[in-house]
C-alpha cells in the first residue's frame, strides 16, 4: 500500500523572514496523497494553503524558506533537489494547473506548436510524431476534429475549447501529481463545471492525484477525496470528505460549514463567525482560532495538539481530546 | 397567456403595494463602430435588450446570469452612470427622463451602490470619516459637528468603532472595507441600494457576517436592494425576488424558493445544476451545457439560449419566446412552457 503514496509532507515549514520579524505562513504541516486521489486544502487568504503548494513546487518566493520538515515525492525528499532537478520535476511530475485557464496560452504561437513545445520536453522524437502525440492529447481532453485544430491559434478558438488546450498542456508530460490553485475563482458557474469535470476526465485517464487549493467548501464537496483545513498557516483538521462534512470536528470547520448559504435548505440568519482572520505577523498565543471561537477556554493557551476523533480523521482542537 | 407587463403588474399589485423602482422594457444598445477616419457603424451589442422589472420598498431584487448577460449594464442604468437607449425608469411612479433637478438630486441620493471589491472601491488617500461623509456633504447642507456625529453613528451602524474614522482604508481588513463601503452608501439614508457582488471578494469567514449586516439594515431601514451574484445560494438567503437573466433578456422571474425548487427555463435548470453542492452526498443532476455563451454582437435568432438549449426545438431558432407567467409571480420566457407548445 505504501508504494501508492505518491506525496507525503511532514513537518513541513515555510516562513517568511521580514524586517518586522519572521511570518509562519506554513507552520508544520502534514499530509499524505495517493495516486489517483483529490486532495481539496481550504483556507482563508493568508491560512497558507497556496504557499503550501509553492512549496511543494520548489518555488517559494522571497523572503521566504522552507526552514524544515520534508516532502517525499516517490520517496524522494523534495528539499534535497537542486534547482534544475527541482525544474525537471515540475512539469514531468508535478504540474501546476493554471488559476486563469483562459489566459494562459500564448496568443503569437499555434495550438499545436505550444503542445509539441511540452512534448518535446519529455519526448526526445521527430516532429511528426510529437504532432502525433499531440493529436492524441487533443483527442484525449475530447477536442472534436484535433488534427485541423493544431494549426489554430487561440483567439480562434471558443473558450471552452482553449480550456481544453490548456488541460492538455497540463497532463503532456504525464504528470503524477496536479495542483490546481483556485482553478475556478474567474470562471462563470457553467463554464466552471464544464472545467472540473475536464479535470476529472485527466484525473481518470492519467491516474494524477489531484491537490485542489480553494476557498469554496463547495468546490471540495463536488470533487474531493479528502480534504485538510487550513487556518494560520496549520492544518487543523483533516478526514474524508463526507466525514468532514457529517461530523466537523474543529469548531472552525463547523462554523465555516454553518456559515455557507446552501441552495436548498431556507435560514433566516446564517450563523456567522466573529472577528477577522487573525494577521500572520501577530497570532495570540495558543490555538489561533480561538479569540473567534464560540468555545474556547482555559486549554487554548497552549497550542492543541492532534488528535484524532475517527480513522483518518485528525483535528488540533483540546476539545477532541 | 400574460404578456411581460401585466405580469409584472400581477406581481407588483399582489400585495398591494407600489413598487420603489419600475424598471419599464429598459433596452442599451451599443453603437459598434469600425475605422477611425472613416467611421461606420458595423453593428450594435444590445447589452440589455428590454427587460422590465419591479424593485418592491424593503425587498431584494436580484439579477443572476453570467457574464456579459446584462446584469451591470442594468444597474449602471439605475445609478443613472449609463441612460437607457429605450424604456424608462420610474421612480415612486415618476419616469426618470422626465426628472426636475430637484427630482434629480433626490434621487441620486436615494440610490446609492456597493461594489464588489473594497480594495478598489474605497480611495486609498481619503480617511474613512472623508469617504462616509463625502456622500453626505455632496447631498445636504450640514454642519461640520453633525457630519461628524453621523460619520460616528453611521459606522456604529455597520459594526465598526467611532476611532476608526480617522484611519485609512489600508489599515483594514477586507470585511471591515465593506463595512466602510456600506456606510457610505448609507449616509444619504436611500431607500435603494445596488449591491453588485457585494461579498464575493471576502474571506468565506466575513461573507455571513455581511449578509446578515445588509439583511439586518433591510429591516431596520427599509432599504430596498437590487443584488447582483453568481453565486446562487446567496441569492437564495438575500432575496424576495429573482430574475434569471441571459444576454440582455430575463428569461424567467421568481421568488427564490419557488426558482430554486420548480425552476422552468432550461437556462435555469442548468445555472442551478452548475452550482456547487453543499454535501458530498448531495450531488445534483448535471446539464452540461454545450459551448458558452454568445457573444451579444451577433446573438442567434429567436430564443438566445436555442443553440446550448438540450430542449431546442424548431420555433425556437424562429420565435423569440417572451416572458408569460407560468404559476402566480413566477414568469417564464421559453416555448416549452408558452401554451402553443405542445411539446411538453
Redesign the interface.
Known amino acids: 500500500m505504501t508504494d501508492d503514496v505518491i506525496l507525503k509532507v511532514q513537518d513541513l515549514q515555510t516562513h517568511f523572514f521580514t524586517r518586522t520579524g519572521v511570518v509562519k505562513a506554513v507552520d508544520g504541516i502534514n499530509f499524505e496523497l495517493k495516486r489517483g486521489e483529490t486532495l481539496g486544502i481550504v483556507g482563508e487568504s493568508g491560512s497558507g494553503k497556496s504557499m503550501t503548494a509553492w512549496s511543494i513546487l520548489g518555488m517559494v518566493p522571497h523572503p521566504g524558506r522552507i526552514i524544515g520538515g520534508s516532502i517525499n515525492y516517490l520517496g524522494e525528499n523534495l528539499l534535497e533537489k537542486s534547482r534544475g532537478e527541482m525544474r525537471d520535476i515540475r512539469g514531468s511530475g508535478i504540474c501546476m494547473v493554471m488559476q486563469d485557464p483562459l489566459t494562459s496560452l500564448n496568443p503569437v504561437f499555434t495550438v499545436g506548436d505550444q503542445l509539441v513545445e511540452s512534448l518535446r520536453l519529455e519526448y526526445n522524437e521527430p516532429r511528426r510524431s510529437l504532432r502525433d502525440r499531440a493529436i492524441k492529447l487533443l483527442e484525449n481532453v475530447r477536442i472534436p476534429a484535433a488534427e485541423d485544430r493544431l494549426t489554430n491559434f487561440p483567439h480562434q478558438m471558443s473558450g471552452g475549447m482553449r480550456q481544453r488546450v490548456v488541460g492538455a498542456i497540463s497532463i503532456a508530460r504525464a504528470p503524477n501529481l496536479l495542483i490546481a490553485d483556485e482553478p475556478t475563482t474567474s470562471l462563470d458557474a457553467t463554464i466552471q463545471l464544464q472545467y472540473l469535470r475536464l479535470l476529472k476526465d485527466i484525473q481518470d485517464q492519467t491516474g494524477a492525484a489531484i491537490i485542489f487549493i480553494t476557498h469554496d467548501f463547495g468546490i471540495v464537496a463536488r470533487m474531493c477525496d479528502r480534504v485538510a483545513v487550513m487556518y494560520a498557516g496549520r492544518i487543523v483538521e483533516q478526514s474524508d470528505v463526507e466525514d468532514m462534512f457529517d461530523r466537523p470536528a474543529h469548531p472552525y470547520t463547523e462554523a465555516l460549514l454553518e456559515s455557507v448559504p446552501d441552495l436548498d435548505t431556507d435560514v433566516d440568519m446564517l450563523p456567522s463567525i466573529e472577528g477577522q482572520p487573525p494577521s500572520l505577523d501577530a497570532l495570540p498565543d495558543g490555538c489561533s482560532f480561538a479569540p473567534r471561537c464560540p468555545h474556547a477556554w482555559e486549554r487554548c493557551k497552549d497550542y492543541p495538539l492532534e488528535f484524532t476523533v475517527a480513522p483518518g480523521h485528525v483535528s488540533r482542537c483540546w476539545r477532541a481530546e | 397567456m400574460v404578456t411581460t407587463a401585466a405580469a409584472n403588474a400581477g406581481v407588483a399589485t399582489g400585495n398591494g403595494e407600489q413598487p420603489l423602482v419600475r424598471l419599464d422594457g429598459i433596452r442599451r444598445h451599443f453603437p459598434v463602430f469600425r475605422g477611425n477616419v472613416l467611421r461606420r457603424r458595423t453593428g450594435t451589442v444590445k447589452a440589455v435588450d428590454g427587460i422590465s422589472i419591479n424593485i418592491m420598498p424593503g425587498e431584494t431584487y436580484s439579477l443572476v446570469g ?2 456579459g448577460c446584462g446584469k451591470t449594464t442594468t444597474s449602471r442604468m439605475l445609478l443613472m452612470a449609463d441612460q437607457p437607449t429605450e424604456g424608462n425608469i420610474y421612480f415612486d411612479d415618476r419616469p426618470m427622463n422626465q426628472f426636475s433637478g430637484a427630482e434629480r438630486r433626490n434621487f441620486k441620493a436615494s440610490v446609492q451602490a456597493v461594489f464588489q471589491d473594497p480594495w478598489s472601491s474605497l480611495n486609498p488617500r481619503m480617511r474613512v470619516d472623508q469617504i462616509v461623509s463625502e456622500p453626505l456633504i455632496t447631498h445636504q447642507r450640514l454642519s461640520r459637528s453633525a457630519v461628524r456625529a453621523q460619520v460616528q453613528e453611521l459606522l456604529q451602524v455597520v459594526g465598526l468603532h467611532p476611532f476608526h474614522a480617522e484611519r485609512y482604508p489600508h489599515e483594514f ?1 477586507g ?2 472595507r465593506q463595512r466602510i463601503a456600506i456606510a457610505r452608501a448609507l449616509s444619504t439614508r436611500p431607500k435603494l441600494i445596488v449591491l453588485d457582488e457585494p461579498v464575493s471578494a471576502l ?7 455581511i ?2 449586516l445588509l ?1 439586518e439594515l433591510q429591516s431596520t431601514y427599509e432599504l430596498s436592494y437590487l443584488l447582483i451574484a ?5 441569492v ?2 438575500m432575496s424576495h425576488m429573482v430574475g434569471v437573466m441571459y444576454l440582455g433578456k430575463i428569461v424567467e422571474e421568481a421568488p427564490p ?1 419557488e426558482l ?1 425548487t420548480n425552476a422552468q427555463h432550461p437556462y435555469t435548470r ?14 445534483r443532476e ?1 446539464i ?2 454545450s ?3 454568445p457573444s451579444p454582437l451577433n446573438p442567434p435568432t429567436g430564443c438566445a439560449f436555442h443553440p446550448r438549449c438540450p430542449f431546442v426545438m424548431e420555433r425556437c431558432s424562429v420565435d423569440t419566446p417572451i416572458l408569460v407567467e407560468y404559476a402566480s409571480g413566477h414568469a417564464t420566457a421559453c416555448h416549452l412552457y408558452d401554451g402553443d407548445a405542445n411539446t411538453c
Not at chain 2, 453568481?230 to 446567496?234: G, I, P, R, V
Not at chain 2, 442548468?270 to 450531488?283: E, G
Open positions: 453570467e457574464s481588513s470585511g471591515q474571506d468565506v469567514s466575513i461573507r455571513a457576517q449578509l446578515n439583511k453568481h453565486n446562487l445560494a446567496t437564495r438567503y424558493i430554486f442548468a445555472l442551478i445544476s452548475a452550482s456547487l453542492p453543499a454535501h458530498p452526498r448531495r450531488q448535471e452540461v451545457l459551448g458558452e455563451v
